[in-house]
């Protein structure tokens, strides 16, 4: 039987205690014959997107916040308007409208609490039209396909990589990570010393503190996988992505890690003529995935931090691949 796929609208007073916006949310679900796990989002106004208990209550369902301005939330029909809700934050619905608007059939209208409101939609089927791209080129969506054959089928070779290109030949490859002579002796010695270990299970917990420290991280932010391409995987399988973009020239794992999960996957093409240099309004708006490399394989370009903090907002993942 397939998971039933929820969205939860919520709108809450400033300050509101994450306990309070949960327990709601666990009441309404309840009344739907619903289970936390059916949730694949929290949807609210943009201006109430980073209040803590809205986020609090987020990460305790293991879902993402989607957030709309009130404008979109204004033409969103809904049964129970507010002319409070218009007047505070100028659109008449927050939670009805928020679950809407990927919804397509309201299972249970606003709920109340001291100080939030939320409302329980059933998520919208994923069609297989081209995503819109407001106006922006270049920007490809390849027609959806089953997805053992996506990879196949997605124009160049996604799992082909540039070392095939010299292998038996007098020739160098510059890519970082499968250049010859490599590793370094000094590595390599490293490698034999922990031979001896390999029978116990691995114990990541002291690389995990030093990678926490260096970057000036929390160590709950700070996940080890085995190398990026794992950690592509992981994205692609385990986030409730409805519009994933990538940005080429690009690394293939991403697209190649989406495709396999069974994604549709957008792409925006970087024009040589501008070197290869990254418009943020070529990504469209809709895009609730964006991965970009930092520097650019294979151009080499080095996006400035101004112009990739451009594509963040909330509601969005971005990825930024900074491997080379």
Known sequence: MTRAELVVGVGARPGVPAEEVLGLIRRTLEEAGAAAGDVVELATLDTRADEPGITGAAAR???????????????????????????????????????????????????????????????????????????????????????????????????????????GLDLTDLAVNVRTGTPPEWLRRRIVASLGSLAAYPDGRSARTAVAGRHGLPEERVLLTAGAAEAFVLIARALPIRRPVVVHPQFTEPEAALRA????????????????????????????????????????????????????????????????
């Open 61 to 167: 369902l293991g879902v993402p916040v989607r957030s709309y301005t009130a404008e979109a939330l204004a033409k969103v029909p809904v049964p129970h308007p507010s002319t409070v809700s218009l007047t505070a934050v100028a659109t008449g619905s927050v939670a009805e409208a928020a679950a809407l608007v990927d919804g397509c059939e309201l299972l249970v209208p606003k709920r109340k609490s001291a100080s939030a409101t939320c409302a329980v939609a059933r998520r919208r089927p994923v069609d297989v039209t081209r995503a819109s791209t407001n106006g922006a080129e270049p920007f490809t969506m390849a027609a959806m396909l089953p997805p053992t054959k996506h990879i196949e089928n997605a124009g160049p070779d996604l799992r082909h990589h540039g070392d095939a290109e010299v292998r």
């Open 261 to 324: 999960a069974g994604h549709e996957v957008g792409r925006v093409v970087l024009s040589p003529e501008d070197g290869f240099r990254l418009d943020p309004a070529a990504v469209p708006e809709d895009a609730d995935l964006v991965v970009v490399g930092n520097p650019t394989n294979p151009t080499s370009v080095l996006h400035p931090a101004g112009v990739l903090e451009q594509l963040a907002r909330p509601g969005r993942t971005l990825v930024v691949d900074e491997a080379f």
